[in-house]
Nanobody, 127 residues
């Protein structure tokens, strides 16, 4: 069993930056691929970014490509999402998720792929 815990959300002005963190206790951190999703009220959870267990492969949603960077430090049991040039439409609750490491990435955008979810952290982009 493993439990992700997000931190780093907050209020930021358009064009600003935030860095989200996700730590996890339990089993070996590098046994897991990890992904960020986000959700606004009344909407489904949307894929943001994926990183595989080693950090050697990343995938981004088109809406954040070039602005967000996902990374991980397995020695610290922590994953990060650096968010730059934030826009009001980035406002959402951001969730950290984990799945057992897998070479296949065709389903990483599907929330049903993930067994472990954090409670989420609110990001609000507003002037």
């Amino acid at each position: 069993q493993v439990q992700p815990v997000e931190s780093g959300g907050g209020l930021v002005q358009p064009g600003g930056s935030l860095r989200l963190s996700c730590s996890a206790s339990g089993r070996t951190f590098n046994d897991y691929d990890m992904t960020w999703f986000r959700q606004t009220p009344g909407k489904e959870r949307n894929f943001v970014a994926f990183i595989n267990w080693s950090g050697g492969e990343t995938i981004y949603a088109d809406s954040v490509k070039g602005r967000f960077t996902i990374s991980r430090d397995n020695a610290k049991n922590t994953m990060y999402l650096q968010m730059n040039n934030l826009k009001p439409e980035d406002t959402a609750v951001y969730y950290c998720t984990m799945r057992g490491r897998d070479i296949w990435t065709s389903s990483v955008r599907d929330p049903d792929e993930y067994a472990y979810w954090g409670e989420g952290t609110q990001v609000t982009v507003s002037s």
